[in-house]
Each structure stands twice: as C-alpha cells, then as structure tokens.
C-alpha cells in the first residue's frame, strides 16, 4: 500500500510556527488564531492590508526548514514503515519556491532523517501522484486527474472541517483511521 502524506499541516506544523513569528514580528497586531481559520489558503483569512506581512514569514529564509513537527507525526511515520506501508511525503512547493523547495528537504532530513529525502514526491498536482491513501489538510485537490487513484483522508484543521464526505484523522487516532480505510479497500 503507498500512502502519500502530506508535509506542511500534517508532518510539520506551519499553522503554529506560522502564530509564533507573527507575534514575535508585530506584536500589536493580532494574528488570526488558528481555530478561527476558514480558508486553507492562509492569506484569504486576512484583510489585504496584512498579507503582505503574512506572506513574508512564511517565504523567509528558514521558516520551513525550522517548522516543528505536528505532535505525533514522527513517530507515526516511522510506525507505519515499520509496519511495512510504503509513504511517500507529497508535498507542493510554495509558488514563491526559492526558499521553500530546499527547505522541505532539509526539514524532512533533519526530523526523518537523509533515506525519507528520497520518497519526497514535490509537485503542484498530487492528482498525478499514484497511490492508494492521501493524508492531506487541504479540504479540495484538483488537478489534471480528474479521479486520482488514491482516496483522500482528511487531516483534521479548522479551514476543512465543512469536509463531511471522507475520512478525517489527526495522528493521535491515525491506526483507528487507516484501519478503516484497508479494511474497506480489502472489501
């Protein structure tokens, strides 16, 4: 089974590192907090003035690489190539990549070490991507594949939880969750 995961939102944890340097950089504005985010796209839950300043924390030179892991990822990924699962990290590359591509790469090195650089699969349309499951935080994927051949699990964030017809899951109940969906993919 290959299962494809998503990194920003699912292995690293964008949302809250994002919080943290916006508090640190203006600390007279108040962010939007995460619970009350609605789009996925950080920048539309901010007025136009702000994303400016939105924007250059999250294309700064170091902010992807030095993002902390999700609470539970690491160990989940490597239970799950333990278990023998195939993972692949697929991940889509900020447009304003300059920072961002090599970044992910590092990151992936330092939380999972060099040989998980390998199954970084790095492209704006995951639909091309073969593979059976995707866990990824974005509500809506669309690309070139109008039916990709894997079936999205939804990770849990405030901007999808409008989400009710695929599975959802945090890391804390991932095997409930994958169990669900090889046991429906066996039947």
Not at 135 to 151: H, L, T, Y
Request: aromatic share 10%; hydrophobic share 45%.
């Amino acid at each position: 089974m290959i299962i494809l995961i998503d990194q920003d939102g699912v292995l690293a944890d964008f949302e809250h590192a994002f919080l943290a340097a916006w508090r640190e950089r203006h600390p007279g504005i108040a962010p939007v907090a995460y619970e009350d985010r609605k789009s996925f796209n950080l920048l539309e839950d901010y007025p136009p003035e702000l994303r400016g300043k939105a924007e250059a924390i999250y294309t700064a030179p170091g902010f992807i690489r030095g993002l902390p892991p999700v609470p539970g990822a690491i160990e989940a990924f490597k239970e799950l190539l333990a278990l023998g699962m195939d993972l692949r990290i697929c991940t889509a590359p900020l447009r304003q990549y300059e920072n961002c591509v090599a970044e992910k790469f590092q990151w992936v090195e330092r939380h999972l070490g060099r040989a998980a650089t390998e199954r970084i699969v790095m492209t704006r349309d995951k639909t091309l991507v073969r593979g059976d499951i995707l866990i990824d935080d974005k509500p809506g994927i669309e690309g070139a594949v109008a039916q990709p051949s894997w079936r999205h699990i939804v990770y849990d964030a405030p901007y999808n939880r409008h989400i009710a017809d695929r599975p959802r899951m945090v890391w804390a109940d991932w095997r409930n969750v994958l169990a669900g969906q090889l046991y429906a993919a066996d039947a």
